[in-house]
């Protein structure tokens, strides 16, 4: 079992920056490939940004829509996955989620608000 605990959001203006951090337990973090994804009520959970486990290379993958803002990165040794956001924009105000994956098993953070608002 693998448990996810998300931090580093809040409200923060237009253009702005913030830095997610998730941190996992009760498993071997670096076999993982992490993620994170963001939800606005009414919508679709979609991946934002996600990275690939140590034995795959570490490869970052992200959505168009965050191209060149946001980076992900993780740091095995402190089993933790990271999404620094800068030049924020309104559109990007959702819950933002931590996810882990490996083969057919799928564990989700609770979830961190960002707010981006003048």
């Known amino acids: 079992q693998v448990q996810l605990v998300e931090s580093g959001g809040g409200l923060v203006q237009p253009g702005g920056s913030l830095r997610l951090s998730c941190v996992a337990s009760g498993s071997i973090f670096s076999f993982y490939t992490m993620g994170w994804y963001r939800q606005v009520p009414g919508k679709q959970r979609e991946l934002v940004a996600s990275?690939?486990?140590?034995?795959?290379?570490?490869?970052?993958n992200y959505d168009d829509s965050v191209k060149g803002r946001f980076t992900i990165a993780r740091d095995n040794a402190k089993n933790t996955v990271y999404l620094q956001m800068n030049s924020l924009k309104p559109e990007d105000t959702a819950v933002y989620y931590c996810?882990?994956?490996?083969?057919?098993?799928?564990?989700w953070g609770q979830g961190t608000q960002v707010f981006v608002s003048s």
């Open positions: 990275i690939s486990s140590g034995i795959s290379g570490a490869i970052p």
């Open positions: 996810n882990a994956r490996r083969q057919y098993d799928v564990y």
